[in-house]
C-alpha cells in the first residue's frame, strides 16, 4: 500500500510530522494514518501528528469553530487515528460565524483535557492571528502557535511580508503547504497535462485550468529558466523549490505531498541543498521570479 510505504520512507529519513485533516477523502485519510502507525509500532513520542478542523459532517452542527464542532470534531478524529491526542489541532480557515472568544476557549478546552498538545490556525490573516493570541492573553487562555499558510516560489506574500511581524513579537511559526504548487514546480506540466497527475484529476479542474491559462504559461517560461539554477546546484527543480522555502527563518515546517515513492526520495533531497541556496542564488531566483515583495526594511525615505 502506497500510504504505508510513504510514511516507512519518510520517518526512516527523519520525518517526523505527518499532517492530515477530517475532511481529507471525508475521514478516511485519518484512518489510513492511524492504521499504519499501530500496524508499524510507531513510538507516539517519536511523532508529530497534525490533524485540521472545520469541515466535519453534513449538519450544519458538524462544521466552522463553535465549541461543538470543535470538541465533537476532534473526538471523531482521535477515533479515526486511534489516538489519546494530537501533537497540535489546527482550526481550518477562519470562521467569521464564531466569536474569537469561543474559538480560543474551545481550543483551551481541548488542550486542557489532554485531546491535543498545542493549537494552531490555517489560512487565518495576521489579523486574526494576532485577535486570537489577544484574547487568550485577556482570559489566560491558550494562543495558537503556528499558522498553516501556502507558501512557494509564486505565493509569497503572506509568509514574507505578514506573518514575520507575528513570528518576531509573538513567536507565532509557519508550518507552509503546497511547497511545489500542487505539483506545477516540478516542471512536469510543461507540455500539458500528464495522465495521472494531479491537474487530471475531476476534483482538480481548477488547477488544470490554472495551469494552462495565460499565468500559467507565464510561470512555466519561469520554471525553464529556474531549471538552469538547479542544474548549477546539481539539483532537480522540485529539490530547488522546496529547499527555498526552508531557507526562509519563519518557516518551522514544509509539508510535502508525494504521491509515490520516487517523488518522496527526490523531495527529501532539498534538504543537502538547503546549504546551496545562499543569498546569492536566493537574488537569482528573485530576479527569474520578479516578485519579491517589498519588506519595510527595503523602503527608502
Ligand atoms: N492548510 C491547508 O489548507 C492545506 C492546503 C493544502 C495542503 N495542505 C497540506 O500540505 C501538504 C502538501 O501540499 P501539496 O500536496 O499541495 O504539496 P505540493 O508539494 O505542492 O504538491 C504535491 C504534489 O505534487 C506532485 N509531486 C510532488 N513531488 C513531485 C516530484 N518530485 N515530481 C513530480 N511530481 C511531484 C504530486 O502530485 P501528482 O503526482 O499527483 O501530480 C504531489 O502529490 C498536504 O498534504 C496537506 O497536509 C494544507
Not at 493549537?119 to 490573516?125: H, L, V
Not at 499558522?147 to 503572506?158: I, P
Not at 475531476?202 to 499565468?215: A, G, M, T, V
Amino acid at each position: 500500500n502506497v500510504a504505508e510505504q510513504l510514511m516507512t520512507i519518510a520517518y526512516e529519513n527523519g520525518v517526523n510530522l505527518f499532517d492530515t485533516a477530517e475532511v481529507y477523502s471525508a475521514g478516511k485519510a485519518e484512518i489510513i494514518l492511524g492504521n499504519i502507525i499501530k500496524k508499524k509500532c510507531l513510538r507516539r513520542s517519536s511523532l508529530v501528528i497534525t490533524t485540521k478542523l472545520y469541515w466535519g459532517g453534513k449538519a450544519e452542527t458538524e462544521r466552522g469553530l463553535s465549541r461543538k464542532h470543535i470538541i465533537e470534531g476532534l473526538k471523531g478524529s482521535l477515533q479515526r487515528l486511534q489516538l489519546e491526542y494530537v501533537d497540535v489541532v489546527f482550526a481550518n480557515r477562519p470562521d467569521s460565524n464564531t466569536p474569537m472568544e469561543e474559538i480560543v476557549r474551545a481550543m483551551t478546552h481541548i488542550i486542557n483535557h489532554g485531546m491535543s498538545m498545542y493549537w494552531g490556525t490555517s489560512r487565518w490573516s495576521a489579523m486574526e492571528i494576532m485577535e486570537a493570541y489577544s484574547v487568550a492573553r485577556q482570559f489566560n487562555l491558550i494562543p495558537p502557535v503556528c499558522e498553516q499558510a501556502e507558501y512557494h516560489l509564486f505565493q509569497r506574500d503572506k509568509v514574507e511580508m505578514q506573518l514575520p511581524e507575528l513570528y518576531h513579537k509573538i513567536g507565532v511559526g509557519v508550518v507552509s503547504w503546497s511547497p511545489l504548487a500542487c505539483g506545477i514546480i516540478t516542471g512536469k506540466y510543461e507540455n500539458g497535462i500528464p495522465e495521472s497527475s494531479r491537474a487530471s484529476l475531476k476534483s482538480y479542474q481548477w488547477l488544470k485550468e490554472k495551469i494552462l491559462s495565460e499565468d500559467g504559461r507565464k510561470q512555466q517560461a519561469k520554471l525553464k529558466e529556474l531549471t538552469h539554477i538547479a542544474e548549477k546546484l546539481s539539483c532537480t527543480l522540485p529539490q530547488l523549490a522546496i529547499a527555498w522555502c526552508l531557507r526562509n527563518e519563519g518557516v518551522s515546517s514544509v509539508l510535502l505531498g508525494t504521491s509515490n515513492p520516487a517523488q518522496l526520495t527526490e523531495n527529501l533531497g532539498a534538504i543537502q541543498v538547503l546549504p546551496k541556496i545562499t543569498a546569492h542564488v536566493a537574488s537569482d531566483i528573485d530576479k527569474i521570479l520578479g516578485n519579491r515583495p517589498q519588506s519595510k526594511k527595503d523602503y527608502h525615505h
